[in-house]
């Protein structure tokens, strides 16, 4: 403490006190509450986005799983049909056919060859078979073919071919079938494909009356 009549020193205040304190900034932050909207619209944004890519890739299996081509009997002409009962009971035949295979995939089709069997009441008569060959993806091809049986016998069912022939009908069953690979990227994957028809001969007239077919 000072006395009386003495002087004493006082130092000047600062101007600016700022510049001889450190500067300090706090920031209070308020706690965040999410609209309840938003979170809605999120989860439907994440159902929406999971069923399209169920949808687009149920829609590829769809498209690419490979299925049987389709076998299709469009033209079936008769040549001619004769029965002859001396010496023994023979069947002359002969048939003229084209046949469609389609190729419903969207990769070719290649098919090594195709058969076609003619039978009379469950029994085969013959049968006449084809070269292969190739299909486009999403195509068609016909193949013709031409099947010639004389002199053969029909011991076993003379008796229901002599009814049939006295009513002027005979009834052929027709089996097409066809074997071949599916190209699929670096694969291969066999195939197979038959249709059967029942086809009746009128063998006065020498024509095809009726034909049913369906694919197996």
Known sequence: MASKGEFVYYAPIPSNPTHTQSQQTIVVLAPYCPNPNYRRRRR???CLSITASLLLFSTAIFFLFPSDPTLQLVRLKLNHVRVNSSPRPTLDLSFSLTIRVRNRDLFSLNYDSLRVTVGYRARELGFVSSDGGRVRARGSSYVNATLVLDGLEVIHDVFYLLE???RGVIPFDTDTEVEGTLGLFFFKIPIKAK???????NT???TIVRQDCCPE
């Open 204 to 206: 006065n007239s020498q």
């Open 164 to 166: 049939d022939l006295a």
């Open 195 to 201: 249709a059967s028809c029942e086809v009746y001969v």
């Open 44 to 46: 439907l944004l994440l």
